[in-house]
């Protein structure tokens, strides 16, 4: 939680943030999509704009009604698939300091995308699914110096490991120098005003644990961000 109100410490920055789901299309009516509401990542744009920051708001589907919450001086670019996300991305990360992928991004595409709506009479569809590139990784793996890229994690603890194993692992698989871990479940994490995360950082250390409204996570990270750049 900020003290200070009116601190603009992200002046000078240009960030951009992606936020909501991808959705793929299965035929022309139908897709595969996830619960992601953009709200963390629309409260990441909220923040560091009001902290001072150049902010682009890379939008996939995300929650009816939220993006009117946004402020005329937040750039707004809109994602359908995971493609079309991974295409705004790639170019905005050229000239941008700090990179926050919020998205969450379908894994899978549909490879036999019907071009016509698809009937009962027709029988069951078999999809066959194919890998969608992996953005975050892609934009870490050719980042210049001086950038900051974080990513998003929602966990579930398995057998063998804890949410923060899981995201320690995955933050070097995809060689961002944040990621933003939260635990989730069918009653958790989605849908909800509110969040809790741990922030793993470069030496695999939690850098950072914040819990409230998704605006005071926002912050957390925004100050992780800050702290690791040495500003
Ligand atoms: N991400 C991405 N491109 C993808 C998939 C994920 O950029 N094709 C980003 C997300 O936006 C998020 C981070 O990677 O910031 C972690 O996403 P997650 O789905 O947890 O990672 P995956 O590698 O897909 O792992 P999992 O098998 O657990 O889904
Ligand atoms: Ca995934």
Avoid: C
């Avoid at 974080?150 to 899981?166: H, K, L, Q, Y």
């Avoid at 120098?177 to 909800?192: M, Y």
């Amino acid at each position: 939680v900020r003290l200070l109100e009116g601190v603009r410490d992200l002046a000078g920055l240009r960030l951009v943030v992606s936020a909501g789901g991808t959705r793929e299309p299965i035929d022309p009516v139908r897709f595969i999509g996830n619960r992601s509401s953009g709200r963390q990542g629309i409260a990441v744009a909220l923040a560091a704009a009001h902290r001072g920051a150049d902010v682009t708001l890379v939008a996939a589907h995300v929650e009816e009604g939220v993006l009117a919450t946004v402020p005329d001086g937040i750039r707004i670019a809109h994602a359908g698939t995971a493609a079309d996300l991974g295409e705004r991305m790639t170019e905005l990360a050229g000239d941008a300091d700090v990179v926050i992928m919020t998205a969450a991004v379908a894994d899978y595409r549909v490879a036999n995308v019907a071009d016509h709506k698809l009937a009962k009479e027709d029988g069951a569809p078999s999809l066959e699914l194919v890998e969608n590139a992996d953005i975050l990784k892609g934009i870490a793996a050719s980042r210049r110096d001086g950038q900051t890229i974080v990513g998003f994690a929602a966990e579930m603890p398995t057998a063998d490991e804890t949410v923060i194993e899981r995201g320690i692992r995955k933050r070097r698989r995809k060689g961002a120098d944040l990621l933003v871990v939260n635990e989730v479940g069918w009653e958790a994490g989605f849908e909800r005003p509110d969040n809790s995360v741990s922030i793993i950082g470069p030496d695999d250390a939690v850098v950072a644990q914040a819990s409230g409204t998704k605006r005071e996570v926002a912050e957390a990270l925004l100050d992780a961000i800050l702290q690791l750049r040495g500003q």
